[in-house]
């Protein structure tokens, strides 16, 4: 039906309008010190304790690792679910029309970068080893796959599984509500912003304090831990290609170069620094499948990944709801006596404990996409990448492992970071080189995901003032200094212990996430109310010249409500 103003008559026709954007509240100078000191303070504290009696720090982990596993592995189903769900909604809904950063914002970014910094920031050092760890070590133990398909296929499709669209979606939905409330909230991008305003008023500045803390100490634990073992893998791979010992020596001069090429990225800024490292991660990560898929076992590899992709797609929602029933039947005494214990249920607290700060850096590069685009964004488009990378290093993994009596098999039972380089090693002409490129990238990934914590933890300490390039060189060499006094006095022992301990730490934050989608919705269903309303008055027939006229939030001057 064609409108009055399509008519010719002059008649101004229908238009949607945005909501203006909130201040964010100041926060106390007392609450400011809090989170500033006492972080550090928590941190130096646990850091002694493990390495003093690293047994004992051990077995507390273990145990509480057992609580989780054999009590709340249905609460992590129901997360994940939920997190799929909001996502879903978010894209398919009105809401998705809203523009991060109101409607006259524009993306900062372009698509490739953008795309690049997401992979970067997300999974890109922990696909590029997991790729192949994953499907050797899940091959012969597959649950709920079996039935279906080739066993040798069930650890990829589990593969594609918990580092595809599920994992995607719970960093998205945290990194939807930290992006809303800063860009077109106008509040601090940090987790209290986007969690305290659903709760009541006498209790959000105690909560606001807790929430922040645990966002601090899970990320500056997770990018130390992870900054410890990136050593050790880029030690794993200069030791396939060079002959050099891997060691204490090496481990520390690897810490001390990752952690300088860091600090000068993150001096750089994202546009001079984390972009252009991420772009050249796409790249060199796209010539390095191409080689594995063009001169190892293409044939296989195009056949495995027909069958995985179906099977992915027909096990999708048994894989979703699996709980492993019969072993939550008895307590377990062990959470090593649990299949979830190993896999899901622990990589599902992996995500939710790097959650701050990789959503936090996804929010922070996202202004100016519509929700709509930035939930296909950020769950879509890098699934079917994780898909496309580990079907064609997991299948070429499975192949050679096959072809050589299960040699990458007992690699992998050995070092799990040596599967990837030994499956490399066999892939005919360019082996060699493409041992170089993955060391590379081992080295520039984690750059970019340090790089990336770093960002989101500076805005986190200096909310809501800005953070400077040296202060954000300042956090890398404490996140570089925890990690080479975990390494050089406990050893990989202790890295494995505080890590896991981060890990575990995902169990109350889950409670924070489901808090900040709570708050999401209830601030999308009152900004819907008010965006009709004003929809209502903009388009009355009674027009007057003055509701032509905009602020710069792309309302109506004349019909403007302060909030």
Wanted: proline residues 5%; aromatic residues 12%.
């Amino acid at each position: 039906m064609s409108t009055k103003a399509e008519q010719g008559d002059g008649a101004r026709p229908p238009r949607t309008v945005d909501l203006p954007r909130f201040r964010g509240r100041l926060i106390p100078p007392v609450d400011r010190a809090i989170i500033k000191i006492l972080p550090p303070l928590l941190i130096i504290g646990l850091v002694i304790a493990v390495t003093v009696n690293p047994d004992g720090a051990a077995n507390v982990i273990s145990e509480l690792r057992t609580f989780v596993t054999s009590g709340f592995t249905w609460l992590f189903v129901i997360y994940s679910l939920i997190a799929l769900a909001v996502c879903a909604w978010l894209a398919f809904s009105r809401v998705g029309k809203v523009r991060l950063g109101g409607p006259r914002a524009k993306p900062e970014h372009g698509n490739f970068a953008w795309y690049s910094m997401l992979f970067a920031c997300g999974q890109g050092i922990g696909l590029i080893f997991w790729s192949v760890a994953e499907p050797i070590m899940l091959r012969d133990e597959s649950p709920v796959i079996a039935p279906q398909a080739d066993a040798s296929g069930g650890g990829i499709v589990w593969s594609y599984f918990h580092w595809g669209l599920t994992a995607w979606a719970m960093y998205c939905v945290v990194a939807v509500c930290l992006a809303y409330s800063h860009h077109n909230l106008g509040k601090t991008l940090t987790f209290r912003e986007a969690t305290v305003d659903i709760l009541p008023k006498k209790t959000q500045r105690g909560a606001g304090v807790i929430v922040e803390l645990l966002a601090i100490i899970a990320t500056v634990l997770g990018l130390a831990t992870s900054f410890g073992f990136a050593a050790l893998q880029f030690t794993s791979g200069l030791s396939s290609f060079t002959g050099l010992a891997a060691g204490p020596g090496l481990w520390i001069a690897v810490i001390v170069g990752l952690g300088g090429l860091t600090a000068i990225s993150a001096f750089l800024g994202v546009n001079k620094g984390m972009k252009r490292i991420s772009e050249a991660n796409s790249i060199l990560s796209i010539v390095l499948m191409a080689a594995v898929f063009v001169f190892g076992p293409t044939i296989y590899i195009i056949s495995n990944i027909s069958e995985t992709f179906g099977s992915f797609f027909y096990n999708f929602i048994p894989m979703s709801f699996w709980t492993d029933a019969p072993a939550s039947a008895a307590p377990i005494e062990s959470w090593q006596d649990s299949w979830n214990g190993w896999w899901t249920v622990f990589i599902w607290c992996w995500v939710i404990a790097f959650s701050p700060f990789v959503a936090g850096f996804i929010a922070r590069i996202s202004r100016g996409r519509t929700i709509r685009e930035f939930v296909i964004g950020v769950t879509v488009i890098p699934s079917l990448i994780v898909m496309i990378w580990i079907g064609i290093l997991g299948s070429a993994a499975v192949y050679y492992d096959d072809q050589t009596n299960r040699s990458i098999s007992e690699d992998v039972a050995a070092d799990t970071s040596s599967g990837l380089f030994a499956m490399l090693g066999m892939v005919p002409v360019v082996g060699g080189l493409l041992l170089v490129v993955a060391t590379i990238l081992v080295a520039t990934y984690y750059v970019t995901s340090l790089d990336s914590g770093t960002y989101a933890l500076a805005e986190f300490v200096s909310a809501p003032n800005k953070s400077g390039p040296w202060f954000r060189v300042i956090l890398v060499a404490s996140i570089a200094a925890v990690a080479l006094i975990l390494l050089s006095i406990g050893g990989t022992a202790v890295v494995d212990t505080v890590q896991t301990g981060t890990i575990i730490g995902a169990f109350p934050f889950s409670f924070v996430i489901l808090l900040m989608i709570a708050n999401l919705i209830r601030r999308l269903r009152k900004r819907n109310k008010e965006v009709k309303r004003l929809e209502k008055e903009v388009n009355d027939p009674a027009y007057r010249p003055e509701d032509d006229q905009l602020d710069a939030d792309g309302l109506p001057v004349a019909h403007r409500t302060e909030h």
